[in-house]
């Protein structure tokens, strides 16, 4: 059973900066898509981003395309997101989410393709 556990949320002032990291245990993470997705208050979770197995494609939100970074590192069993220039719309829970499906076209960010979620980690984006 892969386990996922998030962590690198926290306040953060308007244009700062921060890096949320996604941590593997159980089975190696080198066969498993890794999207992150948010949930602000009141509003459905979305996709954020997305990285394929070997960390060669890549795909974001319109809303995060220029400011967000998704990676993985297979050798260490994990994924981030370095997150730059916040705004206050960024903050939501955070959740890293795993499957060995592949998704196709723009099913990335639908969230029925994935069978591994971690606990979430809150980010809060201060104006």
């Known amino acids: 059973q892969l386990q996922l556990v998030e962590s690198g949320g926290g306040l953060v002032q308007s244009g700062g900066s921060l890096r949320l990291s996604c941590v593997a245990s159980?089975?190696?993470?080198?066969?498993?898509?890794i999207t992150w997705f948010r949930q602000a208050p009141g509003k459905e979770r979305e996709g954020v981003a997305y990285i394929n197995t070997r960390g060669s494609s890549a795909r974001y939100a319109d809303s995060v395309k220029e400011r967000f970074t998704i990676s993985r590192d297979n050798a260490k069993n994990t994924a981030a997101l370095q997150m730059n220039s916040l705004k206050p719309e960024d903050t939501a829970v955070y959740y890293c989410a795993a499957t060995r499906r592949y998704p196709y076209g723009n099913s990335w960010n639908d969230q029925s393709l994935y069978d591994y979620w971690g606990q979430g980690t809150p980010v809060t984006v201060s104006s």
């Open positions: 159980g089975r190696a993470l080198d066969y498993y898509v």
